[in-house]
């Protein structure tokens, strides 16, 4: 598997090298550097030189390279390479060539533990966190810790400790979905869909056993079309009310993906804290909260006119936050001249793009930007390479595929009552206009 | 600091980091020696050689603090080969470590102890790994078990004596699933290197405990598990059925490492069930992929891959999921090649004006490699799908009336194919002789002339046309001089009367002012088939070409086989089997040598090309920049460079042929880049028009590339143009020579 894990700086330093494997040696440090660093031409996240693979990996301003001799699996490489980050960015805050150089010594640390001879051990980062932090664990104190540490960090429960206690059991349910749309010039929907997560955070005691129903077709079945409690919930959101259809869906390790195969429940024990429960993706019958209508003109060589509507189109009582629009300009922009009709718009040359700030967008409304870009003559003319147009927003109590929970059931041996809240939001994925 | 001043009066220098280092690692106070150890790995990490300091970090191993004690570990590992003797030394901590009370410590020391490759601390390593086997902790068990795959690697004969294999083999049975998954890659990684050892081989009994530990153990323990399931071969359909049923779950696994190998392990067994249960895995596999194609870039790439190898097997999986492939905006080159080769696999009638719409939009963009296999890939799909054709010449034609230099000419090179599949579009051949002016690249202006040779009898104007090219005949590139001259002989056979003087023209051009021995011979063979019998001539020169059916690459049977066994790997990625791009030693030290002489002959090779351009330069001559292209243009069949103007996929082909070699596996689908950064080489010389080719330089180039276009086993499934049926002959007979090489 993995002979090695390396980190450079975007200079080609190497802040991190640890050999897992016999064959791993420094001087590939430097081929590294060598043939991907300091060649601007790389194309592929693979290199294979000799028997000696490179796969990388690019994070703020450090690359995580892993060496592989073998014929090793790519994809876990790179999963695993990604994970990495992860567990950086939850230790650090930010994994960059700062963070790396501060933490090296818990870097190291952490790699010790995660690849053992270059296989993957556990990554789970509440687990780490547990015996692996910055302040150091002295052995004698942790002894009768480490052993439940231990047992946890490999038993079949390794996410969640035996002992949680709280005074007040709570679970809260985000609802996360990020559309992500492609519009043609024209107006024509190219592509939609809706990547969805469902965020739990679980301030549970003892081990409950949850289950957990959504009014997608999949765990109603296909049949039981418009169950009654259905109703209620519909309200809290705009969404097509009735049930939706997910392409596919993933779950946290912690549900029995064997026991949804076979009766299409979630059931799971949840880890304590924040975890991500679930991933889904729909493409059907996508609500799009926003329209968008650009017509960008060039006019001859100097001159670039844009006039751009957006559209709300969610019920009038809710309102999407932090609407950013950013139109792009082209490299030889000299000056803007913009107006509004609601929001801020600020010409970024560092971009090259117009941005366009409406802090606070009420459904229904509509609201245009008008712009003139004048341009400067180039020496070289070069086309235009038209990036579309980038929407980001945050939408509250709306899901674009219409997805609701429709029930979280939590079974104790305490049998303890607990208070469930549930959120929605929408978000921004890919929100892009031709 | 005073006794280490007096030390360093004895050995070492007074000054210097090392001096400075060794101060603090035997400090009196904790803190500072902690600080220095810290230090101390640091220069380690920035390569310097810290190695002299060895006894001073040992000093430090007996210690409660575990961080340091980390650390020194950390150092011991890099290090203990330089000094093997006072390893000895830190044997006794490690034993003691392998007691501790803390699983952490015990797990931590018998971790380390199999990473240090010293035969002396591999003599006291039974001991520790006997008991740490058996511990009570299932941490401490999961490492021991790795621990055995380290000893077996530094001493066989030791592991086997001891009888750890058999242990190991025991705890496949282990409670925890954890342990399993780690017993289970220790066994695989052991009957890898050693396959005499029949380390591991499963049995019902342990195929069953790997199917109960797969639903509880860790993502990457899943991995190993589902890989060990996919290798393995089902005794019964029966097996197959409960595999099946007991993986597909792992589909909605949220790793997309996890998905990958359960496809794999699904793909695989689903052969031996039967076809209505197989169908129905087919298509509960198909969301689970498509979900892969969001995940981060390099995965997704790595997932495109293997769709592409998936839907050469079984080509309707996702063929409801075109939209999922139209590229971002923002993707990486990488995949948006990809991306396209899987939309062009998909198409079929009832997608293909989406996709055709969106190929439109591509060809418009201003990256130029993307543009170019955006167009081809339209001509593909116009011989994919015949009911499309029509709508994909008027979309090609509307591309040419862009001008776009560049679209233009990757237009005509795929209307050329286009013209090959289906008569009947000769009515738009006017509108392409409109833009001869534009072209300069040779693949395009070749298939042009062919274009004219081929449809000379109802071109009212092709003696004209080619009298123009005849003219510039000696500026003309190889491969174009090798079209005229064919076009040329097939419009004297159409219209004799026409065009006596412009054949006898082009013949001494070719013959007496050429010294190419390829073109002069093509012009001697067809001067001698005129001379002899017009009507032999013309049987040869005008007989029927076989039809093209398809301009999509597919991968040999055999070889698609055996990379769908290899799913998810390395091998899977670049479509090659492991053999072509892996050596033989795994771990010796013969394959690091010869790793560091594959990469100098790799420079090597590189040089010629550097040195060749140079020398054009020196002669005065630039070469044209696009004739780099011809370069990354060979093609497995046509591996003689007059063949090379009409395949229709040459361009993607030819890279392969290179990347084929196992010096240096380039990215597949990355053909495009390496053709700019050769563009960008020689376009530091200028753009050199049509610049002569007569000089030598870029010809070797060709020669050298040849050598290994060869080696590529990617299959020879074109066949060659039947217009170049001639050389082309002798082209693939030494290729296929080349090929039983291997």
Known sequence: MLSGILIFNQKGENLIFRAFRNDCRPRLADVFRIQVISNSQVRSPILTLGSTTFSHVKHENIYLVAITKSNANAALVFEFLYRFVGLGKAYFGKFDEEAVKNNFVLVYELLDEILDFGYPQNTETDTLKMYITTEGVKSERAMEDSSKITMQATGALSWRRADIKYRKNEAFVDVIEDVNLLMSAAGTVLRADVNGQIVMRAYLSGTPECKFGLNDRLTLGEDNLQPSGNRAGAKATRAAAGSVTLEDCQFHQCVKLGKFDTDRIISFIPPDGEFELMRYRATENVNLPFKVHAIVNEIGKTKVEYSIAVRANYGSKLFATNVVVRIPTPLNTARITERTSQGKAKY??????IVWKIPRFTGQSEYVLSAEASLTSMTNQKAWSRPPLNLSFSLLMFTSSGLLVRYLKVFEKSNYSSVKWVRYMTRAGNYEIR | MAVSRIRGAFAVPRKGETFEL?????????????????????????????????????KNIATADLDQKKLVYLYLMNYAKSHPDLCILAVNTFVQDSEDPNPLIRALAIRTMGCIRVDKMVDYMEEPLRKTLRDESPYVRKTAALCVAKLFDLNPQMCLENGFLEQLQEMIGDPN?????????????????????????????TLKKMLMALNECTEWGRVTILTTLADYKAADVKEAEHICERVSPQFQHVNPSVVLAAVKVVFLHMRYVSPELAKSYLKKMAPPLVTLVSSAPEVQYVALRNIDLLLQKQPDVLSKEMRVFFCKYNDPPYLKLQKLEIMVRIANDKNVDQLLAELKEYAMEVDMDFVRRAVKAIGQVAIKIESASEKC?????????????????????VIKDIFRRYPGYEGIIPTLCQCIDDLDEPNARGSLIWIVGEYAEKISNAGEILSGFVDGFAEEFTQTQLQILTAVVKLFLKKPDQSQGLVQKVFQAATAENDNPDIRDRAYVYWRLLSSDPQIAKSIVLSDKPPITSTI??????????????????????????EAFLGQGRFGAEAM???????????ARENPIAAAAAAAVASGQAPPQTNMENLLDIDFDGSAPASLQKQPTSGESGLEGLAGTPQRVASPTGHAAPASTMDDLLGLFGDGGGGGMASNAPMSNDDIMNGFAGMNLGGANQPPPASQQLSGQTGQKSNQELLDLF
């Open chain 1, 348 to 353: 970024e040359p560092e971009h090259n793009n």
């Open chain 2, 22 to 58: 060794r101060a603090g690692l035997v400090s009196q106070y904790a803190y500072e020696r902690k600080e220095a150890i810290q230090k101390t790995i640091m220069s380690m990490t920035l390569g310097k050689d810290v190695s002299a300091l060895f006894p001073d970090v040992l």
């Open chain 2, 177 to 205: 699933p954890m342990v399993v998954a780690n017993c289970v890659t220790a066994l695989v990684e052991i009957q890898e290197t050693a396959p005499e050892t029949h380390a591991f081989k499963v049995t019902p009994t």
């Open chain 2, 393 to 413: 010449v008027n979309t090609l034609l509307d591309l040419i009336n862009t001008k776009v230099n560049y679209v233009v000419q990757e237009a005509i090179v």
């Open chain 2, 553 to 578: 690459q597919s991968l040999p049977t055999a070889l698609l086989e055996q990379l769908l066994t290899e799913l998810s790997t390395l091998a899977s990625v670049y479509h090659k089997p492991p």
């Open chain 2, 593 to 603: 040598q010869k790793a560091a002489i594959e990469e100098q002959q790799q420079n």
